[in-house]
């Protein structure tokens, strides 16, 4: 038996739906906005869940946190329609209030099981240092919820039926294994991010520019092309008891 597929990162770029799963309503943009341009590119129907309101990200000086959280879903829409992402979902959770996983993956596996994407993304929640709770929570709720929705009594009390997407990857990751080419995205990433002006001033976007340019290059060597954006991807029996996933 040739189990040399089964050690192998899943495929990603000819999924027809896919689920970007974000945090804050910015995530999505920085952590992988050349990737979704790219997908959008090749005919792929694109859902942007964002599970925080953002309420926390107010500009310079005494603001309303209901009136942040209403400029920022704007953003994120904006942002997200940019790139080419066309359906969104939002909790509205507390900006800087997720704590309990296993609640939260229930609900995002329910809306898997409504949508039925192919591919699901989200932040890398054991990346190294990663201190921000909410990255953490959302990213261990959608890997139980990728490899949970399709039990058919997953999530309890609902009427959805079971779903088992092919592939998770996971952004914000310092152990990619996954190159996607973003040379022609690359500025339309930008143009995205740009529009979370909440957020993201002239100075930081400026910053990012470089950064990314140059992890881009890192991770583009010897690939064929100039740019590149990585990803950890996985399917769902990496997911568990399986340990060599780390070096997939």
Same mark, same amino acid.
């Given at each position: 038996m040739d189990v040399s597929a089964?050690? &192998?990162?899943?495929?990603? +770029?000819? &999924? /027809?739906?896919?689920?970007?799963?974000? #945090? *804050? #309503?910015d %995530?999505?943009?920085?952590?992988?906005?050349? !990737?979704i341009a790219a997908l959008a590119a090749r005919g792929c129907e694109i859902h942007y869940l964002t599970v925080t309101n953002g309420d +926390?990200?107010? #500009?310079?000086?005494?603001?309303?946190? $209901?009136?942040?959280?209403?400029?920022?879903?704007?953003?994120?829409e904006a942002a997200g329609r940019a790139l080419g992402a066309s359906v969104f979902h939002f909790f509205d959770e507390p900006d800087g209030s997720l704590?309990?996983?296993?609640?939260?993956?229930?609900?995002? $596996?329910?809306?898997?099981?409504?949508?039925?994407?192919?591919?699901?993304?989200?932040?890398? #929640?054991?990346?190294?240092?990663? &201190?921000?709770?909410? *990255?953490?929570?959302t990213g261990k709720a959608a890997a139980q919820a990728f490899i949970s929705s399709a039990l058919a009594g997953y999530p309890r009390g609902t009427g959805t039926q079971p779903w088992q997407a092919?592939?998770?990857?996971?952004?914000?990751?310092?152990n990619?294994?996954?190159?996607?080419?973003?040379? %022609? !995205?690359?500025e339309q990433k930008f143009a995205a991010m740009a529009l979370h002006r909440t957020q993201l001033n002239e100075e930081l976007l400026g910053l990012y520019r470089v950064y990314f340019t140059m992890q881009g290059q890192r991770l583009a060597?010897? /690939?064929?092309? $100039?740019?590149?954006?990585? +990803? /950890?991807?996985?399917?769902?029996? *990496?997911? *568990?008891?399986? !340990?060599?996933?780390p070096g997939i």
């Open positions: 089964f050690f &192998a990162p899943p495929e990603i +770029l000819n &999924a /027809k739906r896919v689920l970007c799963i974000q #945090p *804050h #309503p %995530d999505n943009e920085i952590g992988m906005g050349g !990737t +926390l990200g107010q #500009p310079v000086g005494p603001a309303d946190p $209901a009136a942040i959280a209403a400029v920022r879903r704007q953003e994120a704590r309990d996983i296993p609640a939260l993956a229930g609900r995002i $596996a329910e809306l898997m099981r409504t949508i039925r994407p192919e591919v699901v993304f989200c932040p890398d #929640p054991w990346a190294l240092y990663e &201190a921000h709770q909410d *990255h953490v929570v092919g592939a998770i990857g996971f952004y914000f990751t310092q990619p294994n996954t190159v996607v080419d973003v040379t %022609d !995205t690359f060597q010897d /690939k064929g092309f $100039a740019l590149g954006e990585g +990803l /950890k991807v996985l399917g769902p029996l *990496h997911m *568990h008891c399986f !340990t060599e996933a």
